[in-house]
């Protein structure tokens, strides 16, 4: 016995002694040649990188390598857990309940965090929701909440868990210690062309959700001109990735991939989505956005068991919006958060722009096209969006949507209307002109295209 247990210690220490003289050359080699990196060199790279041991130029090597050889399913789920153990990881376990987390990949007119939240927890879903802000012509959760006025988005650990046991729904900033390995990596990704390997994509978007401390996670994969993933192929592949790590990461892990060529709802802009994240909760919102709201919503209630069919999660969720439970919820969420609840009842609280100015249609047809990206920049360059992390963000701009792809119009009749507090706005009228095609004849716009559970 005694021997046994000196031998495992021998054991133990020769492994450490192997862990601590490895090479990064030879781990760059042994994935440039096709080979799988195992538990311990996925480890000891992160942790080695996170603490400045391992230069840039190695660390890029290797991300150049795992951008062309790929990486198996173990190698990312290691890769992801080593990432998300890289700093704190939030404990939720004093919250009852399965704590589910949803993730959009991105978007223009994404309001569904603000809907979806008080929605889902208006149910008796935990929903503790770590968020982030928004960068180029994507919008960011946290700079629509904070149009509310008071509203808090940085609590400590002890008011966040206390906010969801007490009222079941809270949405804050990501924590700067939250998978600072990420963090970095991306930074780095930026700059040497692996931005858009999926194996890489998927492990930074999962190692904050595993961070972030949740036990089942929804995604939204958006794919289309306002997304990140461009092609469908690209799309399915990194929803399949995902839910994939979630199963071997011991989190249950749901999908959906929606589309995103044109924007979500009818509102672009801080202020304006807030109103419409109103609205929806009102049972009055767009009926793309309140669908999207319903779905990702399902999926949510399902996974947190408190329905045992996507069908009886619907009912659940229709009939909060009904009741007027969903409004009442996003009211008390905002008050727990400091805000100014009597945005509710009186959206005029809320910042509102100086100028507005409606486009309208130069030709009668069906619309065709409203390129998402070409909106999120035209409503970027209003001030509504970040060109870079150090931009001040203007809530009272935006644009708000009309008409839709699939809608017959009129020449002559408003399209949307531009929120601005700028007079001169001609670039911004040219890059709207450019993004809208009218033609005589048009297709429905497929808002779902698949849901992934393996």
Known sequence: MVYCVGFLCIIKKIKEVRISFMRMVDIIEKKRDGHALNKEEIAWVISEYTNNNIPDYQMSALLMAIYFVDMTDEEIT?????MAHSGEVMDLSSVAGTKVDKHSTGGVGDTTTLILAPLVASVGVPVAKMSGRGLGYTGGTLDKLEAIPGFKIEVTDTEFVEMVNESKV?????????????KKLYALRDVTGTVSSIPLIASSIMSKKIAAGADAIVLDVTTGDGAFMKNLTDARRLAHMMVRIGALANRQTMAVISDMSQPLGEAIGNSLEVVEAIETLQGNGPADLTEMCMVLGSQMVVLAKKAESLEEARALLSGALASGKALEKFREMIRNQGGDDSVVDHPEVLLTARYEVTLPAKQSGIIQKMVANDLGI???????????KEDAIDYAVGI?????VGDAVQEGDTLLTI?????????????????????????????????ITE
């Not at 290691?78 to 080593?82: E, G, N, P, R, S």
């Not at 035209?378 to 870079?388: H, P, V």
């Not at 708000?400 to 839709?404: A, I, M, R, S, W």
């Open 419 to 451: 929120y601005s507090n700028q007079q001169d706005i001609k670039d911004v009228i040219e890059r709207i002109e450019q993004s809208i095609t009218i033609g005589k004849s048009g297709e429905e716009p497929v808002l779902i295209h698949e849901m």
């Open 170 to 182: 809270a949405v804050i900033g990501q924590s700067g210690d939250l998978a600072p390995a990420d």
């Open 400 to 404: 708000k949507l009309h008409k839709k």
């Open 78 to 82: 290691h890769l992801t857990l080593a």
């Open 378 to 388: 035209a409503a970027m360059m209003l001030g509504a969006g970040r060109k870079t």
